[in-house]
């Protein structure tokens, strides 16, 4: 036996024999926080809440949640955790819990700080990437004898004190598929507001998110949006939704633009002034616009002529820009062909001329591009430089915080991954031996680090952002997965956590995160026991 559980089987040979003892444990995914680690012990129905008071030192918190998790994600800024749960079904006593959303806070400590009780289970859940909103919502898991699957549940996160505020989705034949809400929109008629975007399956629902602040009514402002026919003859389905504001200069009203799944078109959806006799803050005029080939991605980009969809075609390859206003399709010959898109004005521009700069990158070849779109429509080569990398890419994810605003992680397609340098034009590759890493970093960015780990082994690496230093790390178990997070206590320094996972046992490593070392670590062990013991 490993001597690391054997710890755990020792720390409660003497005294009360704790109900963890017989149960056995069953965790969900582990969940990082800012300033803490959560693990759902479903068998039992709690939360092992792990934060770290100061150097190599970790503290377990149990919290009670509702029986039977289905969901625990955390908030965007990483500082509530939100569990759905079943609760018991079918009901026979009146002692049987109901379904539940409990909603857990770790600073100053960790305290299940409100707990709702819902008529019937819900396993969907979406946190606003602004924490404003949070939608709860039927899925295919919550089979019931009569379900309506366009119910759904909004929650004000700065409202906590309400009760969730059921709305029934409009639609002609289909239901929610997923959900995103759009920034602050300014109305052509009627204050500003934001719009929750429900995709269907044919299908595109706006809803009205300002009057639901006052009311509770089952009804909101809602405009449902019905597809195009698609080449088949069948309404086309919904594949991507963005959104841009009302541009004064350019006398651009708010936009939607919808990616149609297998179609050439796109769909725009500009939000209108309605009839002097409504009194809805918008309406909206459908418009459709082939691009010329079957769109990877769309994203609305400032150009030098004006605000423009950009829409990548990458069996061309090209690049479509579409004016909002007119219809009118700018077609824009790539020299690869590149099917991801991301802004990175915020980090490059040096100027105020308004025009974005874009990353550009390609599942399918080893090429990268940065766009200056100030340049698309005058420049011979459209403002575009190009930059080889090791592998295609499979994804682009940013590092948090502000240390390291230039610089951007490309996941490749072969498990190697690069650390691109925007401003530097300079791609560094990290290879990991054909082994598919999976990659966390630090919420905030503050310990500058990203972590490299492969579940189910005891080696793992840390990268330095600042020098591209990797530092292999090793721990005396396998790794489950690893987190980088805030002391707790107002220590100021980060610790990182390697969790480990074992049959019915449960271990964490800890070091220091700032600068790990495999000589100075600390093991606790009886997790999922009710005890915590270290060595």
Known sequence: MNKHWLCSLLLLGCGSRPEAWDAPFTPTAPVGLDNAVVVMDTTLARALVLTSPGALELREDVLPVG??????????????????????????????????????????????????????????????????????????????TVTNPNEIFLLHLSELDRDPIPVTVQSLAGSPQSFSFTSTLDMPNGEARRLLVVEM????????????LGNVERTTSQVTIQMSLNQQGQN????????????????????????????????????????????????????????GGQASTIRFVNTDDGVRLAALVPSKPSAGLVDPNTGNVTSITLAKPFSGIALVTAELATDASGTDIALLWSN????????????????????????????????????????????????????????????????????????????????????????????????????????????????????????????????????????????????????????????????????????????
């Open 67 to 144: 029986q039977h998790v289905v969901k625990a994600q955390a908030s965007p800024d990483g500082k509530r955790l939100f569990v759905l749960s079943r609760g018991v079904w079918p009901r026979r006593n009146a002692s049987d819990e109901h379904p539940r959303l409990t909603v857990i806070e770790t600073d100053p400590a960790p305290r299940v700080v409100k707990t709702y009780e819902l008529d019937d289970p819900l396993s969907g859940l979406v946190v606003d990437s602004e924490n404003e909103w949070a939608v709860l919502y039927v899925t295919s898991e919550d089979s019931r």
């Open 236 to 291: 086309a389905t919904p594949a991507e939704v963005v959104f841009h504001d009302a541009d004064a200069a350019s006398g651009l009203d708010p936009q939607l633009a919808v990616r149609l799944q297998g179609d050439t078109n796109v769909m725009l959806l500009p939000l209108v002034a309605p009839s002097s006799s409504s009194t809805r803050p918008f309406s909206v005029v459908p418009n459709l616009v082939d691009v």
């Open 364 to 535: 399918t070849t080893p090429t990268i591009g940065l766009w200056d779109l100030g340049k698309a429509t005058t420049a011979a080569t459209h403002g575009i430089d190009t930059l080889q990398v090791g592998a295609s890419v499979r994804d682009v994810l940013n590092v948090p915080g502000d240390a390291f605003p230039t610089s951007k992680i490309l996941e490749g397609q072969s498990g190697d991954f690069y650390v691109l340098d925007l401003k530097a034009r300079r791609s560094s590759p990290m290879v990991t031996n054909g082994r598919t890493y999976q990659l966390t970093f630090a919420p905030d960015g503050q310990s500058r680090r990203l972590w490299a780990f492969a579940p189910s082994e005891e080696d793992f690496s840390s990268v330095e952002l600042g020098t591209l230093n990797p530092t292999e790390l090793h721990a005396d178990s396998p790794v489950w997965n690893v987190f980088d997070i805030a002391q707790s206590g107002g220590a100021g320094g980060r610790t990182a956590v390697v969790l480990h996972h074992s049959g019915g046992a449960l271990g964490a490593t800890v070091l220091d995160a700032v600068a790990p070392d495999s000589a100075n670590t600390r093991f606790y062990s009886g997790l999922a026991y009710g005890g915590l013991s270290h060595e």
């Open 201 to 212: 399956q044919s299908e595109v629902t706006l809803v009205d998110l300002l009057p639901s």
